[in-house]
């Protein structure tokens, strides 16, 4: 477990889902390779933080599948190998995203 506190922790995902948006439009472009490999960082960023979180902290947002975020954050880094680049554009491109950035925002103020 890190030292860091919650709102940090928060604050660190929060910044990760800014990085993966701003990645987006390089997707159709020849930038496509790079902007996968950045986005991939962000989201081993976003399942570090989430993993160093305590269960109290977790708590303040039942609503967010946890657990599902620290597992593609192993799958990143550990199964690299079998990460679908379409799996990540449906991660960055869905509402699961959208809500830990919603939660990410409340929750680091």
Known sequence: MTSR????????????IEAIHSYRAALR???????IDAIKYHLVVIGEAV???????RMQAPEVPW?????????????????????????????????????ARRLSN
Do not use: C, P
Request: hydrophobic share 50%; proline share 0%.
């Open 51 to 57: 993993g160093n979180l305590s269960a109290e902290a």
């Open 29 to 35: 472009g020849d930038g496509r390779a790079l902007a």
């Open 67 to 103: 657990a599902s975020i620290k597992g593609l954050r192993n799958l990143l880094t550990h199964e690299y190998f079998d990460i679908r680049e379409e799996l990540l554009i449906e991660i960055i491109e869905g509402d699961d995203l959208l809500q830990l950035e919603a939660v």
């Open 5 to 16: 506190s919650a709102v940090t922790l928060f604050a660190d995902m929060l910044a990760a």
